[in-house]
C-alpha cells in the first residue's frame, strides 16, 4: 500500500476563506444534495465567499438569510429523487449588486408572489414565510424555466448604495 498522495486532475481547489478574491473573479456555484444538509452547506459556503470577497459578517446586507430560504425551499418544495439543486452566487465587482440563483429540477411546484400568510398576525406560524421574506430583503427577486432540462430557476438580487454593502 502506497502513502503517496493521490494527485486530483482537473478539481479545483478551494480558495482560502481568508484569501482575497479579485473582483473580476465574483462568481460562486456548486451543486448540492437536495437535502437540509446540502441548503445548510451552500448558506454557510456563501457567507464564507462573500466574506472573501470582502463583504464581511455581520453586515446589515442579507443575502445569507435569502440563500437560506432559496435553498430550502429547493430541498422542501424542489426537491426530485436523485437530483441535486444548483446553486449560483455572484456579486459585480463594485459589489453593488449580489444575484443569489437556486436551480431545482421540479417543474410542477412553481414559487408564487407571496400574500402575507394566514395567521401570520399572531406570529403563530413556523412555515410559508420564505418568499415573503426573500421578497421583503431583496430589491427584486423571480423565477424562470431551468433552460437545459425540467425544473426552474428562483433568483433573487440585492442592490445597495453607492459605496458597496452597508
Not at 470582502?54 to 446589515?60: L, Q, V
Request: proline share 9%; net charge positive.
Amino acid at each position: 500500500m502506497s502513502t503517496k498522495p493521490i494527485k486530483l486532475i482537473g478539481i479545483a481547489q478551494p480558495a482560502s476563506p481568508c484569501a482575497p478574491v479579485p473582483p473580476t473573479e465574483r462568481t460562486f456555484e456548486m451543486r448540492f444534495t437536495s437535502t437540509p444538509r446540502g441548503a445548510r452547506l451552500a448558506r454557510r459556503l456563501a457567507a464564507v465567499r462573500l466574506d472573501a470577497w470582502g463583504m464581511p459578517y455581520g453586515t446589515d446586507a442579507h443575502d445569507v438569510l435569502i440563500v437560506a430560504e432559496l435553498t430550502a425551499n429547493a430541498v422542501q418544495h424542489g426537491h426530485v429523487a436523485g437530483r441535486d439543486f444548483h446553486f449560483r452566487l455572484r456579486a459585480e465587482p463594485d459589489g453593488r449588486v449580489v444575484r443569489v440563483e437556486v436551480t431545482d429540477t421540479r417543474t410542477e411546484r412553481l414559487p408564487r408572489r407571496p400574500a402575507a400568510p394566514e395567521g401570520a398576525a399572531d406570529g403563530e406560524e413556523e412555515a410559508g414565510r420564505g418568499l415573503v421574506l426573500v421578497s421583503h430583503f431583496a430589491t427584486r427577486w423571480d423565477w424562470h424555466p431551468r433552460a437545459e432540462g425540467p425544473g426552474k430557476t428562483v433568483w433573487a438580487e440585492c442592490v445597495f448604495p453607492s459605496g458597496g454593502r452597508r
